[in-house]
């Protein structure tokens, strides 16, 4: 394992650009799978606009102007391709973008809505966690798998409130041919899940949820210890994920290696009426 790489413009156009690459993928598949048939997106900016249906949470853009200045007229263009969905556009803006971003989407009127963390470590990682007594955790491959990881995915995000929206979302993230699935069994039962996309060697570390009944076991960092393996395994030589800052997934992600990269602002155009 090589040192810690300076959390500069370099890494994050490294990091954005995998998110950009990785956001085009889902929803090709998603479209041609026909779970979200009407799923589109747009390059503009730099970066990526994506809808899948109405009201759907993964439903924005990022990695705008990560490698040149944004125009005007592409601020334009992101909005316009919302608004023909009957959406307000919505974006994540990352520190290091190119300043011209900013000063356009203020000029729309968007505001600032929340922040999300961004987290990376080197691979392989330095010191692995070991899977917790009595958590094993397993590679969903079949189909039945691929099913139970996505029931437990929509239950585990939502405290096992899960609508028939999220069940819908967690079976296309199931059905991800670039995504490697991960269950969670705890004394034997299906309790939890993550998930990891490869985008030219960068490991996305997604898909994290457990069980309401099940937590503070250790299955969360046992499922996060086997995929930094498997991802050094792969070839990977950077980790990234993503936490509310604060919360419970941050210090479990600290706990394992993560740093702090940077923070992205989320942005949203208020409805008009």
Known sequence: MCGYPLADS??????????????????????????????????VGGGVAVWFEPDNIVNGSLGL?????????????????????????????????????????????????????????PLPAASAACVADGVEVRIAVTPEERGIWADLEARGFTDDKASEGHHTLSRSISLRADGVHF?????????????????????????DSTLPCARGRGVQTSILAERLRYAADAGCDIGVIEATPGGVSQRNQERAGFRHAYTRVGLELPHRS
């Open 183 to 207: 269950i969670g069994y705890l004394e034997g039962e299906p309790v939890g899940t993550g998930m990891l996309n490869i985008v030219d060697g960068v490991a996305m570390f997604n898909g």
């Open 65 to 121: 102007g990560m490698d040149r200045r944004v125009e005007r007229e592409e601020i334009a263009a992101m909005v316009a391709f919302f608004a023909e969905r009957g959406a307000s556009a919505s974006t994540n803006v990352c520190p290091h973008a190119d300043s011209s971003l900013m000063r356009w989407l203020a000029e729309y009127g968007f505001l600032a809505a929340d922040f999300e963390m961004v987290l990376y470590q």
């Open 10 to 43: 370099g890494l994050a156009r490294r990091i954005e650009r995998a998110g950009v690459g990785d956001m085009i993928a889902w929803v090709h598949e998603a479209r041609e799978g026909r779970i979200y048939p009407e799923a589109a997106s747009l390059k």
